[in-house]
């Protein structure tokens, strides 16, 4: 192949690859300004109000950061857990209210029996809401979960499920399963070394 040819290919490959880097940009520039109004729509209305930042935990530690609704301020709180996350026979174990919060249930929905150990959760049933445990319409919108520590079940609506294995108690605090924490409130729970990051939005019905 003679100088000139391979110029020419050069040349034109050059060409190419500035043509495609300007049409990405483009791109990313026009898919911007389209997603604008509805970003701005969500921070207007209350449909953000189902999405919280992420949310962190360590095991063997009562400090945990509470990441609050998207685009309030400040994006998370500080708390101070009654019991700290624990792993016992390679089982994540996890405070319940605590990932209840994380998952967008406010705390006057949350009520704790320490003495008697029960825990019950009031969730509002929203047409976005993908928790199992709002999964049927009532006539007032609203759906209950019942913790009950010491006999280590839970009950939604009139059906009981028993965790024996999926439940412990701590410091008068139900912990519970990542696995079945998961599945109630729809989060994602990642444990890389101690670290617990919990991620959870219900806009869309997905989580991420």
């Known amino acids: 192949m003679s100088k000139a040819k391979l110029a020419n290919i050069k040349k034109g490959s050059r060409k190419y690859q500035t043509s495609f880097e300007f049409d990405f940009q483009q791109f990313l520039l ?26 962190f935990m360590e095991i063997g530690s009562t400090e945990a950061q509470l990441g609050n609704h998207y685009f309030d301020k400040p994006a998370y709180t500080s708390v101070k857990l009654e019991a700290a996350p624990e792993i016992i026979n390679g089982k994540l174990y996890l405070p319940v209210d605590f990932v209840a919060m994380a998952a967008g249930v406010s705390r006057d929905r949350i009520f704790t029996d320490s003495k008697n150990l029960l825990l019950v959760i009031s969730i509002k049933n929203t047409e976005n809401n993908g928790s199992i445990i709002a999964n049927e319409d009532n006539k007032d919108n609203e759906k209950i979960l019942y913790i009950i520590g010491k006999e280590k079940t839970i009950k939604i609506d009139q059906t009981k499920f028993n965790l024996s294995d999926e439940i412990i108690l701590k410091n008068n605090t139900v912990l519970m399963s990542e696995n079945w924490l998961s599945k109630l409130f729809k989060v994602s729970i990642i444990k890389n070394g101690k670290k617990v990051t919990i991620k959870h939005c219900e806009f869309f019905n997905v989580s991420f």
């Open 30 to 55: 026009y898919s911007f300004f389209l997603m604008l109004p509805f970003w701005i729509f969500l921070a207007l209305s209350g449909m953000h109000s189902t999405c919280n930042y992420p949310s």
